[in-house]
């Protein structure tokens, strides 16, 4: 088949639709992306980036096709909104040129803008190409359990905006089985939804099991490890709040990995607290230097804010976390926190609860370390059975190409 993958967000910026592509490119699929120019995470363009600067790429074999936008800045506001609604602009307006040729399928991948889709929708009308939505980021709840958005007006408009969008899908892909609700209520028909979660990444299967020289510099005693964005949606207070509950345990220590807007905050929060011996900053590191963190880690954590909308997602790294054979703590509430529970991998307790998320990481701090790589075991089987990459890509390979024999 001949795809086309419209994305916001692509090679170098680190996100899934990399390995997705590579996959199709290697089961012997024609693939092209259109894109934007790379600027996530830092809001910056990458060096020798620029609107007119390598607009066409060729990412081993996949040919990559790159329209100008605004780039997010501090990724705040009126600022992120010109990231989001510039690509759109600028891929409708640009796409038709750029994107020659026929394609049999057109892959949309939807984490936040929900606009990605529009370019999409203007494609398949031009190439009479199916379109599959992958949806990560559930719109307009997203917006308003983020806090980026209050107002009902708007909220109602970008739910106008994303029922037109479904009904111009052929397929919906979703994430976690708690969008299935929300997909459906726009009118989309549930007889085309398909369930397509995350997968584990293949630097993570195992991987720090399999660690031979672990990261250094770490400190001794009880680690917890979070890895990843450190944003309004993570819930960082309640994580500050646990660790001051347990402060008196000194070698009970909280390990964070990664970056965004609210890391700064973070860092002025534990001074303030003087949290400075109990939680630790490591800033942003490579999947390969994450692993080797997670080698030394006693538990992994995953926390989302209380909010009717997180409560339906699945954070993308529990996948990973799980493929690493580790105890998980999910501070989290509905389908996360259901998904933990069920593979047996580690202590869920409700999101926003700082004594619940104390107790969890008391619990397994005094449980056997027999127990604990259970846990790990467990989930990492759970993992395998649900989360391989091989075999979700190959039913959506499946059900591709179900559709284009019918078109």
Sequence with gaps: ????????????????????????????????????????????????????????????????????????????????????????FFASLLGPFYCKGNYDAIFVFETSPVTVGLPAILLKNIKKAPIFFWILDLWPENLSATGAVSSPF???????????????????????????????????????????????????????????????????????????????????????????ILREKPDIHWVIIGDGRLAQWVVGEIKNTKLENNVHMLGRHTPETVVKIFSTADALLV?????????????????????????????????????????????????????ALAKAVLALYNMPRESRAEMGKKGFKFCKDNFSRDTLIGNLEAWMSELVKKV
């Excluded at 398909?194 to 630097?203: C, G, L, Q, S, T």
């Excluded at 996948?319 to 202590?347: F, H, M, N, T, W």
Aim: charged share 20%; hydrophobic share 45%.
């Design 154 to 244: 708007i909220l109602g408009a970008v739910r106008r905006l994303v029922r037109f969008i479904y009904a111009n899908c052929d397929r919906i892909l979703i994430s976690s089985k708690g969008f299935l609700a929300q997909v459906t209520s726009l009118g989309f028909p549930q007889e085309n939804v398909r369930y397509f979660p995350n997968w584990a990444e293949d630097v993570y299967w195992r991987g720090a099991a399999g660690v031979t020289e672990p990261a250094e510099g770490l400190p001794e005693g009880f680690k917890i490890v979070f890895a990843g964005n450190i944003g309004a949606a993570q819930g960082f207070d309640t994580i500050l709040k646990a660790a001051a």
């Design 303 to 355: 926390t989302l804010r209380p909010d009717p909308a997180f409560a339906l997602t699945v954070p993308g790294k529990i996948q990973s976390y799980l493929a690493c054979g580790k105890p998980i703590i999910a501070s989290l509430d509905g389908e996360g926190a259901r998904l933990v529970e069920e593979a047996g991998a580690g202590i869920a307790c409700p999101a926003g609860d700082a004594e």
């Design 1 to 88: 088949m001949n795809i086309l993958i419209v994305t916001q967000y692509f090679w170098p910026e680190n996100f899934r639709v990399n390995d997705l592509a590579l996959d199709l490119k290697q089961r012997g699929h024609s693939v092209t992306v259109l894109t934007g120019i790379p600027n996530y995470p830092d809001g910056r363009f990458f060096p020798g980036y620029g609107f007119f600067k390598r607009t066409t790429e060729d990412f081993s074999g996949i040919q990559v096709l790159r329209v100008p936008l605004v780039s997010r800045g501090k990724a705040k506001g009126l600022r992120l909104a010109l990231n989001y609604f510039s690509f759109a």
